[in-house]
């Protein structure tokens, strides 16, 4: 009844820079965050309590950590960290700083040593194998992710949605050893079948056609599930209820229990969504907003705790944290320094804090309705472990908690679905989870200038497959097209708009995007000039070279649904 879901995702930064944007995010996020968690998940196991977590990984973060680069470049990361942390100890000592700080630094050269060590003994240097044998022991789940976390919603042809769904399933099966069963669509950004058009300047897609719904690229690749917003589900339109027969009855004739859940469409039910224009139907789970605001708010939750370790105050020399919260309101200067075991027993507290709310709220709701509720809790995997290092702690001891509960258990989202079996069918609106539940945080004037290019890509990409069908495409053209796909799949990254809107790394947003964009347009031109010449240039070939060691993501993915469309 408790599906917790972590959405596990970075954006391709092998090769495009180390600190402060670039390369030190993945390994951050793999020593503060994955490492952490698959070490609790793994000790948990052993103790005989089932964590039941449901991860998500994106395909582009799977390639990142199955990269055979990867696996230096972190060793080399902790190393480094750990010098940074003895250098600030000789530092503080020579500045007569108070002991605790120089505690502190103790704390970090021991921690990431501890953590490469870690990496290489536990995990073989391999993230990767290390989840997918906790699937494979029934421990956890995983779902896929849109290919590089595109935004559905506004992607401008049907082709593109579909390409990262083919490309997800594909990378996921590889990976994992089996085909993926849900879908975390990228910034829970859904959209319906309609007539769609773009009010920008995009000549190609200014003019009404109607699109697919997202549930039917999901049904069309063999996918389940997602995850939605309460805002979006509680704004959802009632279509009815259809049986294991398929069949379908109205709302207006839907009577009883089913009657209800489509009234209130509330976020402890399972739902399926479908079209009032197709009966293409996936189930989805809905986020429920103020248990989890509980523990992902930094300000009115657990993680603004006075003794949690200070996301945010660095050591000018090292960039590392020395510092707890004190106040979330507070200035830098005015941070007191960090004690672990404060911190260690703060998440303890909370965690049985936060399962006395999860017990409490399945009686009331079992009370009143007679049937158990499901209470899904979608996060950012980044946020146990990076944004609150202690976040790893708590959420052990939370399952720890529910194992020991009478009333709770976790289940995975898979796991939750086939339990209920939901009959319910509602029409989803356009969403996400962002500001507003609508696309504002990606599309707005400071990102418009973005989507004009993209735009401008997806079409000049269409003309090209249909002017040179991948049934005629020799191996070169192939080779071309692999490079085409890869780098238009790389700008389509919703991460860049994020960032330019949240001036969060706004400069390396922006030339990431205008080198994914450069780069698509000279494969193309390469492509055509190959097309009629049935020649690559010496200089060609060298730039194909430079990169697909840079980037050269999906190859085998490529490869194979190159195969099927050529068929």
Not at 64 to 92: G, I, N, W
Not at 136 to 164: K, N, P, R, V, Y
């Amino acid at each position: 009844m408790i599906t917790f879901v972590l959405h596990t995702h970075l954006p391709y930064v092998l090769h495009h820079g180390h600190w402060p944007h670039g390369s030190d995010w993945l390994c951050e996020a793999v020593a503060e965050c994955y490492i952490p968690l698959l070490q609790m998940c793994r000790r948990l196991a052993k103790e005989g309590i089932r964590p039941g977590i449901t991860f998500d990984i994106s395909p582009v973060l799977c390639e990142q950590l199955a990269h055979r680069d990867f696996p230096v470049l972190f060793t080399e990361y902790c190393r480094d960290h750990a010098a940074l942390a003895a250098a600030d100890k000789e530092q503080f000592i020579a500045d007569d700083a108070d002991q605790s700080i120089i505690d502190q630094a103790d704390y970090w050269i021991t921690w990431y040593e501890r953590v490469a060590k870690a990496y290489i003994d536990e995990f073989a240097c391999d993230i990767i194998a290390a989840f997918r044998e906790l699937q494979q022991q029934d421990a956890i789940e995983i779902m896929t992710c849109g290919a590089t976390h595109g935004f559905f919603s506004l992607l401008a042809e049907d082709a593109s949605i579909d390409l990262q769904v083919d490309l997800a399933v594909r990378s996921y099966t590889r990976h994992f050893g089996q085909p993926p069963r849900g879908i975390w669509l990228p910034e829970c950004a859904y959209r319906p079948s309609y007539a769609w058009r773009t009010y920008l300047p995009v000549y190609a897609y200014s003019r009404e056609r109607h699109r697919m719904g997202i549930e039917q690229f999901l049904v069309r690749h063999g996918l389940g599930y997602f995850i939605t917003d309460e805002g979006a589900c509680r704004t959802a339109e009632p279509i009815g209820t259809r049986g294991i027969d398929g069949n379908r009855t109205p709302y207006h004739e839907t009577y009883g229990d089913c009657r209800h859940q489509l009234d209130v469409r509330s976020p402890y039910n399972i739902y399926n969504v479908s079209g009032v224009d197709h009966h293409d139907r996936v189930s989805v789970l809905t986020r429920h907003t103020n248990i989890a605001m509980q523990v992902w708010s930094g300000q009115t939750g657990y993680p603004g705790d006075p003794d949690y370790l200070d996301f945010h105050k660095k050591y000018h020399n090292s960039a590392l944290r020395y510092w707890r919260v004190t106040d979330v309101k507070a200035d830098m200067q005015y941070k007191q320094p960090y004690v672990p075991s404060w911190a260690e027993s703060r998440a303890e507290i909370h965690a049985r804090h936060f399962v006395d709310i999860l017990e409490a709220t399945v009686k009331s709701r079992f009370a009143q309705s007679g049937t158990e509720p499901t209470i899904c809790l979608p996060f950012d995997t980044e946020l146990f472990g990076h944004w609150w290092f202690e976040g790893p702690l708590f959420l052990e001891q939370v399952l720890r908690g529910i194992h020991a509960s009478t009333v709770l258990r976790t289940r995975t989202a898979s796991e939750q679905i086939d339990h209920v079996q939901p009959m319910c069918e509602i029409a989803l609106p356009e969403s996400s989870w962002g500001k507003d539940g609508n696309d504002s945080v990606w599309m707005n004037d400071e990102t418009k200038w973005t989507w004009e290019a993209e735009y401008s890509l997806e079409r000049r990409v269409q003309l090209l497959r249909e002017k040179h069908p991948v049934r005629i495409w020799d191996d070169a053209m192939k080779r071309i097209g692999r490079n085409i796909l890869g780098e238009l799949l790389l700008a389509q990254a919703s991460d860049w708009q994020f960032l330019i809107t949240n001036w969060t790394a706004r400069d390396y947003a922006e030339m990431r995007f205008h080198n994914h964009v450069h780069d698509t347009r000279r494969c193309c031109e390469i492509f055509e000039r190959y097309a009629v010449s049935r020649e690559l240039t010496d200089d060609d070939m060298q730039y194909l070279d430079d990169l697909e060691q840079r980037d050269g993501l999906f190859t085998e993915e490529l490869n194979l649904y190159f195969a099927d469309h050529a068929a």
